[in-house]
């Protein structure tokens, strides 16, 4: 998670290095090994280094390979034995000691503007080319690294940390109206390349950046793939596949011989934290491994405590709980710490920051288990209408033979209705809040956008439609992963997602839905002897009870319904409108109503 930065002007001025060297201190909590800056004329790099892999020991950034093209990178390149034959058939030399940074230097000089389509991992780069005076800047294919940038005049600013940027005194700190608003409606902007300032911009996923005197260019190198089939003669072929791909998945995202597991009690995590162990076993030399779980032990029904622990248990792993049972809703909000880039309808944000901190103490790395739920839990209906509408017959009745058996559960007789997608209801729309200010709601057409985008089609696949809705969410979303960044924590902590592995999910997104992604078939499969048998087995299980809602029941949250506004806040909300939070029964509409609070905690922030 090291801290990137640079200013480059394309009308040719020259850099002031004392404010490219203030943005880059701003960044020192997120690299506290080195910290450097490169200037030359029109152009200037700013990194914070923090060394989180065993080949970045003796990195150094801003790095060039000839003093002419320099780069400044927050990356994590995977497949770095495949990348480096690949270059080495382009005539690129000197790969052997390459750190990450060079390496993506080489796939520059290698392929150009394409060279993200020929890297894998997590990244966020910038790469002045000094010949052509031009600059070049990619995110990685999920967005895992955050990206952003402002163009004031002919001075481009960026870097992978929000507050970063503000720190250039030519950027202005005038709020993005529209996406306030969003955050309000939908609590993510509709816009992926927005954030919260008029000013700054974020990279979407996928995405490359240019910029000369020609004009600055944003263009997609990568989208989600479509489903190619994968089909093995031998079942025990689909699991041996997957279990390589999850080990070279963990195996890239170790690089280090300390880490922590954000661990729960259910399948996705523990089966990471089983390969991490594994992996870590087979390397030379001592390594440290400690879980986190995070537990309520009475203010809801939790068994994650009983499973975590389990697992623990059985894979040697020393474990640790974060009870967060008596963490009040919005708890230490006001505290400067705490308060986050961009407004977060978050009323555990204490509890979340908690568990970074916490993580930190075991090392630099910490693995998590998200998304296996997309990846690996579809419903077989969509594969079975697919094959009905290709008149397979017989591989239809097979295969709901076998899903009867799988889950011992009749399929109904009128499996045509229970197929059949049309006349049942899906999820009733949320009412549009009474709340919003009316001039904004007029100037901005707030109601003709909210019905704009619930009568958007959202995005499908014949046969998993469910991972392709939520991996397009995800992408959509932007910032999800930013919430892990260290620009939004402040902890020099690197989350990995093993399961967003692109190799990992191109071939799950390949498999045969059924039997192996309906309930996870694969990954228990492939966890069979590893994990303990009660977590193997465990359905997917969500919590018994959603907490602040559980807080919202307890007399000490009344002043809830009596906050004070923040400064500002009357631009967006009509605070006379809201209804009692409280006092509502609705789950869904109390969580909405929560939001203009949420907002006002952010906007003291601002002003204190």
Known sequence: MSGICGIVHLDGASVERELLQGMTESMAFRGPDAQAVWVEGPAGLGHTMLRTTFEAQHEQQPASLDREIWITADARVDAR?????????????????ADDAQLILHAYHAWGDDCPAHLLGDFAFAIWDGPRKRLFCARDHFGVKPFFYARVGDCVVFSNTLNCIRSHRAVPATLDDLSIADFLLFEMSQDPA????????????????????????????????????????????????????????????????????ELTGGLDSTSVAATAKSQLSQQPGPFEINALTVVY????????????????????????????????????CELRENHLPEPSHDPGTAATLDTSRRMASFGRVALTGWDGDALMNESPKPYFRALLKDRQVGRLLSGMVRYSVSQHRIVPLTFRQWLNPRGKK?????????????????????????????AEPQVSHPIRPYAFRILAYVMRLSNFFEYYDAGVTRVPLEYRHPLMDLRLQEYCLSLPPLPWCVKKKIV???????????????????????????????PETQWVDRFIPAPGLDRYVDRSRIPSVRADTDRDERWSNLRPLSLSFWLQGETS
């Open 426 to 454: 899906g999820p009733v729309d949320p009412p549009y809040p009474g709340w919003m200010n009316p001039a904004l709601e007029s100037r901005l057409d707030l109601r003709g956008r909210w019905e704009r985008a619930h």
């Open 81 to 97: 034995s495949e990348l480096k034959a690949k270059l080495a058939a382009k005539g690129r030399t000197g790969l052997a000691e």
């Open 297 to 332: 032990d009475h203010l809801i029904p939790d068994e994650e405590r009983r499973y975590a622990g389990m697992v623990a248990a059985k894979l040697g792993i020393p474990i640790h709980f974060l009870v967060a049972d008596d963490y009040p809703l919005y708890a230490r």
């Open 194 to 261: 927005a954030t919260a300032f008029e000013a700054i911009r974020r990279l979407p996923p996928g995405r490359c950046l240019s910029a000369s005197g020609q004009g600055l260019q944003v263009k997609e190198y990568w989208t989600l793939p479509l489903a190619t089939k994968v089909r093995y003669r031998d079942a025990g072929d689909y699991v041996e596949r997957f279990k390589e791909l999850l080990a070279i998945a963990v195996a890239d995202r170790l690089r280090t011989d300390r880490v922590a597991v």
């Open 524 to 554: 228990r499969e492939a966890m069979r002897g590893v994990l303990p048998e009660p977590v193997r087995e465990r359905p997917k299980t969500a919590l018994a009870g959603w907490p602040e809602m559980e807080l919202l029941r307890q």
